[in-house]
């Protein structure tokens, strides 16, 4: 298990590069965001990026879900480049299709969103940006089965680095404000599906098969109501916010978003190598019992990473933005606890997907989606950001508690859930302490650096991982 392990984190260490250089470019990028744009110029960017992520749901969730799946069902060369030619061509229609539907109804969606038709050209640069984002992650699945993580970050870097370019040369030389951020967001991402293109045309060609295609569709679509709701816990918070509090507030909220999805750095490299390492585990002992290891360190360290982002999002916001953007401060902490909790679900998840019951799944989603309206409705109009926030985190612990007791119900899998919550009450209750007592800088960081010595008072270490422990501390000491 800690070779399976150890390759785990190694697919996840590389792809966690290209998401680290992301993030953290993404990061400086926010000083020329809140200089050159106001709170309610970030808030229309934010709404528009979570209705694509909501579209990118509905569209191609199924055939995305269904591609790792069936890509591993056969060894043979040709079954597999069937299965992404097969799925390459649906997204490519599907992506086509949404794009041709957003340009059409551009007025429209710009007054239902904003009550103004005056952001039609924003709401087409989102659609055409939501194409390239579609057909690009479809391009670079295909890295992720093949598990070169190395081409993936090449890849990754490469998007990054031509997006940064654009988005300078929009906003700052030529003053295009949001419309420049959006444009300047799918240039690299169109940039570089060209160049990929190009570079897998071997694993092309006109191929589509038909039985193939409702086989993947039988998998996939249950899935599909699943992924909306999942989506729109994730971003109905925004349209709530635009609505019952405008796009200020969004802006403001967003910022927050920002800084603690700083802990995504982790969980979207994660995310892209476990799908495949999962599914590889042919005995079914040997990967529930990984299973159980890697939900317990994937939560302590996401749990000590939502700490540290809570206790020192006040000096964060003040050294990447400016003063009309300090008071995002007080939604990071639940935030990032809320990533925290998701990170938990991701893992769990795959339980399900290994046994393909998924059919149920949507009910769980479900429910944590209609927890997260039913907050946001409530708690918006009082409490504005922070209610959002607050319903942000309740229904991600929801939605990973329900959907561990659904995967453990067809596929168990003992997972170590003292230690679990041992975790999750630590983090918490030292974020709790530091907020309360508005702890100046230096004795955030001595909360944040005391988590793991916390922990071992809690009994939370087993005997294997104090051993190792205690010699790796004279080696970090050297």
């Known amino acids: ?52 992520a909501v579209l990118t749901a509905l569209v191609a969730q199924a055939m995305k879900s269904a591609f790792f799946r069936f890509y591993f069902d056969s060894a043979e060369l040709a079954r597999r480049l069937l299965v992404v030619r097969t799925a390459f061509w ?21 007054w239902l969103l904003f009550h103004t ?44 680095a031509i997006t940064i370019g654009a988005t300078v040369l929009l906003v700052v030389v030529l003053d295009q404000g949001p419309l420049g951020v959006l444009v300047g967001n799918f240039t690299g991402t169109l ?44 971003f109905s918070d925004r349209f709530f916010l635009v609505k019952l509090s405008g796009t200020h507030e969004v802006g403001l909220y967003s910022i927050g978003v920002r800084v603690a999805s700083a802990i995504v750095l982790l969980l979207t490299a994660f995310r892209l190598a476990w799908p495949a390492f999962a599914y590889s585990i042919d005995d079914d002992r040997e990967a529930s019992r990984t299973y159980s290891f890697v939900l317990t ?57 290994r046994a393909r019951r998924t059919r149920a799944n949507w009910i769980v989603t479900g429910a944590a989606a209609v927890l997260n309206v039913a907050l946001n409705l409530a708690l918006i109009p009082p409490y504005g950001r922070m209610g959002a926030a607050i319903a942000t985190v309740a229904s991600y612990t929801v939605l990973f508690m329900a959907m561990a007791w659904r995967a453990h119900a067809v596929f168990p899998v003992p997972y170590q859930w003292r230690r679990v919550a041992t975790v999750a009450a630590a983090a918490v209750g030292l974020t709790v302490i530091g907020k309360v007592l508005d702890v100046p800088l ?18 939370f270490y087993l005997p294997a991982e104090r051993r190792r422990l205690r010699r790796l501390l004279p080696i970090l000491g050297r």
């Open 1 to 52: 298990m800690l070779d399976r392990l150890k390759e785990l984190f190694r697919h996840s260490a590389v792809y966690g590069l290209g998401s680290i250089v992301a993030r953290i470019l993404g990061v400086l990028l926010l000083p020329l965001y809140t200089r050159y744009l106001s709170p309610s110029d970030y808030g229309l960017i934010e709404t528009l990026v979570a209705l694509s």
């Open 90 to 110: 649906y997204v490519m229609a599907a992506s086509t299709a949404t794009l041709v539907v957003g340009v059409a109804l551009s007025h429209q969606i710009s």
């Open 117 to 160: 038709q005056h952001h039609a050209d924003l709401v087409i640069a989102a659609f055409v940006g939501l194409w390239a984002a579609m057909n690009y992650e479809q391009m670079t699945s295909l890295f992720r089965v093949e598990q070169r993580s190395t081409a993936y970050v090449a890849a990754t870097m490469a998007n990054v």
């Open 191 to 234: 940039a570089v599906y060209a160049a990929l293109l190009l570079y897998s045309r071997h694993a092309l060609g006109l191929q589509f098969d038909r039985p193939l295609y409702r086989a993947m569709n039988r998998f996939g679509l249950p899935l599909v109501p699943s992924a909306v709701a999942l989506w729109l816990t994730n």
């Open 297 to 353: 360190y994937v939560v302590f360290v996401c749990c000590w990473l939502a700490l540290a982002l809570g206790l020192l999002a006040p000096w964060i916001l003040r050294l990447i933005t400016t003063e009309p953007f300090y008071a995002a401060q007080n939604v990071v902490a639940p935030l990032a606890f809320g990533v925290a909790a998701f990170a938990g679900y991701v893992v769990v998840q795959i339980g399900t997907g």
């Open 442 to 459: 230096g004795v955030a960081l001595l909360l944040t650096v005391a988590y793991p010595l916390l922990l071992a008072l809690l009994g």
